[in-house]
């Protein structure tokens, strides 16, 4: 937007947009689970077995936080990829 014409610029608004994403991602998950639709990577749901109904349940469980937390720590690998 502003003329920067540098790979490093580049590269860290690629992972700033990726890090929000998937905060974005978060965010709306209680949002949508309320229309009975779950955006989430189930690799990382089935790892911790979790299923889409726990999401849609709005289950508090461990293993449900534990599914946002791995989630959470993708976006926060990104950040300090910036970093």
């Known amino acids: ?9 580049d590269h860290a608004a690629s992972h700033i947009g990726k890090a929000q994403g998937i905060v974005t991602c978060l965010r709306a998950t209680p949002y949508h689970s309320t229309r009975r639709k779950v955006f989430l ?4 749901c089935m ?5 889409q109904e726990d999401f849609i349940r709005c289950r508090q469980e461990k293993n449900v936080r534990d599914v946002i937390y791995d ?8 950040l300090e990829h910036v970093r």
């Open 1 to 9: 937007i502003l003329g920067v014409r540098d790979i490093h610029a």
């Open 41 to 44: 990577p189930m690799d990382i």
């Open 47 to 51: 790892l911790h077995g979790v299923s």
């Open 71 to 78: 989630i959470a720590s993708q976006a926060h690998v990104h």
